[in-house]
C-alpha cells in the first residue's frame, strides 16, 4: 500500500550538483523520520542523512557541510541537495521512511528502488 518513489539520479562532474527527492504515497497515518541511504558495488548500504518528524537531522560524517536534507510534511516528501560532489559519492542512492500506515499500531520501515548517482569527469 506505501510506496516510495524517488527522481533525480544522473551523471554529474566532481564539484557539481544534484537534488534527489522522493515522495512517500499510501495509506499514510504519520511519519516518523525520513533518509537517504547509498550503496556502492561490493559494498554496504550506509546512511547519508535522517531527518526527523520534529526538523532534526543527522548526517554521514564525509558528506556534512556538503549534502542537506530537507523535508515537506505536507507532501510526505523528503529532498537531498547534494552540492561538491566527488567520486567517491558515486552510488546508488535509496530513499527510507520509518512511518506508520494507517489501521497499524507500529511503524514500519520502507524502501524506493534507489536511484543512481555517478560522479566522474
Known amino acids: 500500500q506505501v510506496q516510495l518513489v524517488e527522481s533525480g539520479g544522473g551523471l554529474v562532474q566532481p564539484g557539481g550538483s544534484l537534488r534527489l527527492s522522493c515522495v512517500a504515497s499510501?495509506?499514510?497515518?504519520?511519519?516518523?523520520?525520513m533518509g537517504w541511504y547509498r550503496q556502492a558495488p561490493g559494498k554496504q548500504r550506509e546512511l547519508v542523512a535522517r531527518?526527523?518528524?520534529?526538523?532534526?537531522?543527522n548526517y554521514a560524517g564525509s558528506v556534512k557541510g556538503r549534502f542537506t536534507i530537507s523535508g515537506d510534511n505536507a507532501k510526505n516528501t523528503v529532498y537531498l541537495q547534494m552540492n561538491s560532489l566527488k567520486p567517491e559519492d558515486t552510488a546508488v542512492y535509496y530513499c527510507?521512511?520509518?512511518?506508520?500506515?494507517?489501521?497499524?499500531?507500529?511503524?514500519?520501515?520502507?524502501w524506493g528502488q534507489g536511484t543512481q548517482v555517478t560522479v566522474s569527469s
Open positions: 499510501g495509506s499514510i497515518f504519520s511519519i516518523n523520520a
Open positions: 527510507n521512511a520509518d512511518l506508520r500506515s494507517s489501521g497499524s499500531f507500529y511503524a514500519h520501515e520502507y
Open positions: 531527518i526527523f518528524s520534529g526538523g532534526n537531522t
